[in-house]
């Protein structure tokens, strides 16, 4: 059974995305078979690997719908050993829909458990926020990754976060636990980068990546040519980045 692992942080603009996405690809690039699935109505990983988002007939709305089986919504080595359940702006309904549900909080969780033996990783872009379809991604997970941008309001709302993982450990997924913090869009000519990182550092008891992600404009291109960093431009300092941390992901081994 594959390793399913949720990026989450219900604050906007941190990288979660990016993050997501690029770390997928990275593990993909070191052989091992990884799914990306787009929990986001935003679909900004399902564009980022080059899917149109808006002319899409199968995406995970229809999964939870309960409208198609899992494996007929699966988009099939986009790259080498990287494959994607996509998802577009039908899926915002879904928070509402879910409400009215039997077993809500499992349904990603039973719709995962049919495929995930046939993936060595699964990741899970999360929406920012802390509805019904994080709590959903988080009921699937394993574990859970938590992007942070190195700004002033990098603490905001982590608390939140950090308690709302800890209610669905208790309640939903008493397996889950947070794998680690991941420090993006560090800015090396700035003073509050690296504060930022030692506050953080300070208050968090979970575990923090050695690997931090820079500002790179390369990372931020990227996107818009439909391809992950490693392949748009691998000699980058962002591909060298996300590269390093599926590498500490890898040798985490899943383990607290």
């Not at 879904?94 to 549900?101: F, G, N």
């Not at 495929?115 to 920012?128: L, T, W």
């Not at 709590?135 to 905001?156: G, H, K, R, W």
């Not at 993982?165 to 800015?187: A, R």
Request: charged share 20%; with cysteine; glycine share 6%.
């Amino acid at each position: 059974m594959g390793r399913i692992i949720a990026i989450a942080n219900q604050k906007g603009g941190v990288g979660k995305t990016t993050t997501a996405v690029n770390l997928a690809a990275a593990l993909a690039d070191n052989g091992k078979k990884t799914l990306l699935i787009d929990m986001d109505p935003q679909g900004n990983a399902t564009t980022g690997l080059g899917v149109n988002k808006n002319e899409l007939e199968k995406t995970v709305y229809d999964v939870i719908r309960d409208e198609m089986n899992i494996k007929d919504a699966i988009i099939s080595d986009i790259f080498d050993d990287l494959s994607l359940i996509p998802a577009n702006r039908d899926l915002a309904g879904a928070e509402i829909e879910l409400m009215t549900v039997d077993r809500m909080q499992y349904i990603m969780k039973d719709k995962i458990a049919e495929v995930s033996d046939g993936y060595e990783y699964i990741v899970i872009d999360c929406p920012p926020a802390l509805g019904m379809l994080t709590v959903n991604a988080m009921t699937a997970a394993n574990s859970v990754i938590v992007p942070i941008q190195c700004e002033f309001y990098a603490l905001d709302g982590l608390t939140q976060l950090i308690y709302t993982i800890e209610l669905i450990q208790k309640s939903l997924n008493p397996d889950l636990y947070v794998e680690g913090v991941v420090f993006t869009m560090y800015d090396s000519r700035t003073n509050l980068s690296l504060q930022v990182v030692e506050n953080v550092k300070d208050y968090l008891k979970q575990n923090i990546y050695k690997t931090i992600i820079p500002r790179n404009v390369r990372l931020a291109e990227a996107p818009s040519h439909g391809l992950p960093i490693n392949l748009y431009d691998p000699k980058s300092v962002g591909a060298e980045s996300y590269q390093l941390l599926a590498e500490e992901v890898m040798e985490n081994g899943g383990v607290q």
